[in-house]
């Protein structure tokens, strides 16, 4: 497991303000003091907060991301919105797309395949995000589910060198519970298989804490974590990370 780069993406939702972003010198510190593990920590705050975020981790190796973008590439009447090279501009690098939040206020895979592919051109990571309601988990219908999500979301997108998928269960999300290991297994070699050859990192996402980090780190096919909750503060997040590396 320590062998291959891990990710640790902080998803901040709708969190944080200026003062927060002192709260980030205990993990830019642990940062400098851990270069030699092979970690990848991306900060994905609210938009308001990239370009002051950006600035500040400048000289870390700590990266920054934005949490979701409209679909058209160039400026327009939007109101309201930003779109992936204005993301970019302002410094993030990589983009949470996909998210259940924002599914279920209305994003369908379509619109969230234009997203990927507008984020694409303007040269940000994506951090596609699919997973399973409870209710879809019940009725066995969870590899379905993904397969659907995959095959829509990244319809006609042929060069995947930019997109990491995350794996976060929407029942998971925010609620405590984690699958038990065997299905989650089950669920990253399902989605990993589907990309055959050369197939994308995959992250899990859904009430990681450094309590249950231990036992999803054993499934040694996961190339990281997007954490939510947990990562508001930086000493859970840096417990998370030191956990893994344990
Ligand atoms: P959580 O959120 O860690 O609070 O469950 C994860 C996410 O929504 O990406």
């Known amino acids: 497991m320590t062998n291959k780069y891990m990710y640790f993406v902080a998803n901040w939702k709708m969190f944080g303000d200026l003062r927060t972003l002192n709260s980030l010198d205990s993990i830019i510190k642990f940062s400098n003091a851990n270069k030699k593990n092979k ?14 975020l950006s600035k500040r981790l400048k000289k870390t190796k700590l990266e920054v991301g934005a949490q979701n973008c409209h679909e058209n590439e160039n400026y327009g009447a939007f109101t309201g919105s930003v779109n992936a090279g204005m993301l970019k501009n302002v410094g993030a690098k990589y983009i949470i797309l996909g998210h259940s939040e924002n599914r279920q ?6 619109l969230i395949n ?6 694409i051109k303007s040269g940000l990571k994506i951090i596609f995000c699919i997973g399973e309601t409870l209710v879809e988990k019940k009725n066995k219908k969870t590899n379905q589910v993904l397969a659907k999500q ?3 979301g990244l319809k006609s997108i042929k060069n995947k060198s930019n997109i990491i998928l995350a794996y976060e ?32 990192k995959i992250l899990y996402g859904g009430s990681v804490n450094s309590n249950n980090v231990a036992q999803l780190k054993d499934i040694d096919i996961i190339d990281g974590f ?15 990370i030191k956990k893994t590396f344990n």
Do not use: H, M
């Open 39 to 52: 970690l990848k920590i991306v900060y994905c705050p609210p938009n308001t907060l990239i370009r002051p």
């Open 105 to 110: 206020s209305g994003e369908t895979d379509k």
């Open 114 to 119: 234009l997203k990927i592919k507008s984020a």
């Open 150 to 152: 995959i095959n829509n």
């Open 169 to 200: 269960p929407v029942w998971s999300i925010g609620t405590g519970l984690i699958p038990k290991s065997n299905d989650l297994l089950k669920s990253v070699s399902f989605i990993k298989n589907r990309f055959g050859k050369k197939p994308p």
């Open 226 to 240: 997007l954490i939510g909750g947990a990562s508001q503060s930086s000493k859970k997040f840096i417990d998370i």
